[in-house]
């Protein structure tokens, strides 16, 4: 590897920004520095600035000349959905990398439009899948992928939390809705356990204001295999996913957290066992597996094709629920899926405090 660091701006300082984006930078120094924030709040870039000692920082008109003067290589946009399109289209036009949270973006015409601008520009693109990373979540894979369990059947997930009034998930011009905030979740575990695409889905939807509140959703893949979604932003908190062989299933409870323990529930036959793995920094080794990408010059494994793919379903299912109808998705092929040959663990962030961006559910 090439003895050098990739220098990183953040955009955006919500509440995931600073409770588990810039902690991480702590467990990634190896190959990581922070040298940019980027906010439309003067407020937050003052005291995040002094927290972590960064010289440069701006607002978001000034993303460019900020990104120039911190010689910055590297962004990671962790702006809302809608956002997501325009603010990788600018840095990737000043020739800095792009780490981009998910949704990719909340069509896919803009995912697109991020891969081909990123290409054009000769600059990467990765998307913040970090459970791509995460050890629990990894071994999930490979039990699926042993035939210990069998030959897969189906999977299904559950994925909620009640969402205070006001939030940015449930704001539609913002890109919100259960399906792009939590479903892509189930969604993208159900693609990395069966190793494949869905051949169709059919969704039905509670929708308020603009988004959709709860989505209940089928997907289809090839072989006879299904996987059940339920996503919700008014619901009491749950998190857990289960796939299902012919010899016996694994359940994970909780599936997706960042911020704390995931638990196995492994049941072959007669025998079942539990594992846990404890909390761990998980936005860490999305940082180190980005910049080691770049000094390699390799291609990062969630990339703007992984985005893509989730986007292309969730679109589909939003298609279903408005027309009552199954629909069909066109074939779609991924070379490379998350594997235990990405596994990284790093101990967990402390806490820090929170300057004005309040936690979704609080």
């Known amino acids: 590897m090439i003895d050098a660091k990739v ?45 972590y000692e960064i010289e440069h920082s701006g607002s978001y008109d000034d993303l460019e000349r900020i990104l120039e003067e911190a010689d910055v290589d590297a962004a990671y946009i962790a702006l809302p959905n809608a956002h997501h399109r325009v603010f990788t289209e600018r840095c990737a036009r000043v020739g800095v990398h792009v780490l981009c949270e998910k949704p990719m973006a909340t069509t896919e015409e803009d ?80 693609r990395y356990l069966f190793r494949d695409e869905p051949e169709a889905v059919f969704a039905v939807q509670a929708s308020s204001d603009g988004v959709d509140e709860t989505t209940a959703g089928v997907l289809q893949f090839p072989g ?83 985005g893509l793919a989730d986007v292309r379903i969730i679109e589909a299912m939003l298609d279903s629920a408005r027309s009552a109808r199954l629909v069909k998705l066109p074939p779609f092929t991924r070379a490379r899926r998350p594997s235990l040959e990405l596994e990284m663990t790093k101990p967990p962030v402390k806490r820090p405090k929170i300057v004005r961006a309040p936690s979704p559910t609080k």
């Open 111 to 190: 995912c697109e439009a991020m891969i081909h601008v990123c290409d054009e520009n000769d600059v990467k693109l990765m998307i913040a899948y970090r459970l791509h990373f995460d050890p629990a979540n990894l071994h999930a894979i490979d039990i699926a992928q042993s035939g210990r369990i069998g030959e897969l059947r189906y999977f299904s997930s559950t994925f909620g939390q009640e969402v205070r009034k006001h939030d940015i998930r449930l704001k539609p011009e913002l890109g919100g809705g259960a399906l792009f905030d939590m479903g892509i979740y189930c969604i993208n575990a159900a």
């Open 7 to 51: 220098r990183y701006a953040v955009v955006g300082l919500g509440h995931i920004a600073q409770e588990a984006i810039l902690p991480a930078f702590a467990h990634a120094d190896e190959t990581c520095e922070l040298s940019a924030l980027i906010s439309s709040d003067k407020t937050k870039l003052a005291q995040l600035s002094k927290e």
């Open 224 to 306: 006879d295999r299904f996987a059940q979604v339920i996503a919700s932003l008014v619901s009491a908190d749950v998190d857990e996913y289960r796939i299902v062989g012919t010899k016996g299933d694994l359940r994970l409870e909780p599936a997706y957290a960042y911020d704390g323990e995931i638990t196995h529930h492994l049941t072959v036959g007669d025998d079942s066992t539990t594992m846990r793995f404890p909390t761990s920094d998980q936005f860490a080794p999305e940082l180190l597996h980005f910049a080691e990408c770049i000094l390699e010059d390799d291609d990062p494994e969630p990339s703007g094709e992984e």
